[in-house]
């Protein structure tokens, strides 16, 4: 089965060169992860986050786009990630942010939300084939 469709627009956040270029990755068997649980993963130089949400694996970008921080290190409940850092949730189902710098106190969270936009994750199509997980990068 696949996590959506394997078409460009499962690419979101790529430019047109990064797509032409794309390959699918074996990462690992299909029980790899627990229900819930996610993991960092470097493929190709680039830093993944795979998690396993509704029995189905999704993969985005691992690094928060606002300072950097590595998701991994952060909580995933249902399908939101929240960053250790400054607490933004990502959905990783869709990559879309659904909260930025959330855990900043007030005037100091509403600075930061003027000084940096948020920003939506990465996304990479994913399958399970043959009893092993793919990632497309």
Same mark, same amino acid.
């Given at each position: 089965y696949e996590?959506g469709?394997?078409g460009r627009?499962?690419?979101r956040?790529?430019g /047109?060169?990064e797509v /032409?270029m794309?390959?699918?990755?074996?990462v690992g068997? /299909?029980?790899m &992860?627990? /229900?819930?649980a996610?993991q960092?993963?470097? *493929?190709e130089?680039?830093?993944v &986050?795979?998690?396993?949400?509704?029995?189905?694996?999704?993969?985005?970008q691992?690094l928060c786009p606002h300072?950097?921080?590595? *998701?991994?290190?952060?909580r995933?409940?249902?399908p939101?990630v929240?960053?250790?850092?400054?607490?933004s949730q990502?959905?990783?189902?869709?990559?879309a942010?659904?909260?930025?710098?959330?855990? &900043?106190?007030?005037i100091?969270r509403?600075?930061a939300?003027a *000084?940096?936009?948020?920003?939506?994750l990465i996304t990479y199509?994913?399958?399970?084939l043959d009893?092993q997980?793919?990632?497309?990068?």
């Open positions: 996590a469709d394997v627009d499962c690419f956040g790529r /047109e060169m /032409e794309a390959h699918w990755q074996a068997l /299909e029980h &992860l627990d /229900e819930g996610m960092r993963l470097d *493929l130089g680039v830093s &986050l795979l998690a396993r949400v509704g029995g189905v694996y999704y993969a985005t691992e300072a950097r921080s590595h *998701l991994s290190t952060g995933l409940a249902g939101i929240t960053c250790a850092a400054h607490g990502f959905d990783v189902t869709t990559g942010c659904v909260a930025w710098v959330a855990d &900043l106190p007030g100091v509403r600075a939300q *000084l940096a936009k948020s920003r939506d199509p994913t399958r399970v009893g997980v793919w990632v497309l990068v």
